[in-house]
């Protein structure tokens, strides 16, 4: 059917203001550790793997990223754009292994990840951070599954935002082990 061919584009965004500087913020989502928060239920059920962790490899336009999750996937990410302490995008690429919901495969599935990034902004209480997810659709089933993909990706982002508000509350960067769970 030509109605289902091709892809669409989509885009999720999430804000949270956290008390922390632009500085400190910048390291937490350059650097990200979550490997020790609780992970929602809900989104292990559906198949969600547990993400452990995203660092730099290497900084700057051209540089790149690497997110791992409790299933042995990964994100291999390049940095599209890189303004510090301002805005920092990257690609998706992940492994073959990248399974949602048990079967789905984020590499060439029905579904995919395109870009991610994060907006700062200085703002009188702290720094205002928002996270951005652009993902195509494929498909029938990617046509279909619209709603539950969008849904779950969005509740995704809320939990990486208040896991990196929890580690700039309690002031732990990356460098360091241990981590409160909440």
């Not at 937490?28 to 995203?54: C, D, H, Q, W």
């Not at 690497?66 to 291999?76: D, L, P, Q, R």
């Not at 996270?131 to 089933?141: A, D, E, H, K």
């Not at 969005?154 to 241990?178: D, M, R, S, V, W």
């Amino acid at each position: 059917m030509n109605f289902f061919k091709g892809y669409k584009s989509k885009k999720i965004t999430n804000e949270i203001v956290l008390n922390s500087s632009c500085s400190t913020v910048w390291n937490e989502i350059t650097n990200v550790m979550i490997y020790n928060f609780r992970f929602p239920l809900f989104l292990t059920l559906l198949g969600i793997p547990k993400p452990l962790s995203a660092s730099v490899e290497k900084e700057g336009i051209g540089g790149y990223r690497v997110a791992k999750f409790s299933n042995g996937a990964e994100f291999h990410q390049v940095i599209l754009e890189w303004d510090l302490y301002e805005k920092y995008r990257f690609n998706f690429n992940a492994t073959d292994n990248f399974r949602v919901g048990h079967f789905l495969n984020l590499s060439h599935g029905p579904f995919k990840i395109e870009t991610g990034g994060y907006k700062l902004k200085e703002v009188p209480n702290g720094t205002k951070l928002e996270l951005i997810s652009n993902y195509r659709l494929n498909g029938f089933f990617g046509t279909l599954l619209h709603m539950p993909f969008r849904f779950v990706v969005y509740l995704f982002q809320k939990h990486l935002l208040k896991a990196i508000e929890a580690n700039c509350t309690i002031g732990i960067t990356p460098t360091k082990q241990k981590r409160k769970k909440y």
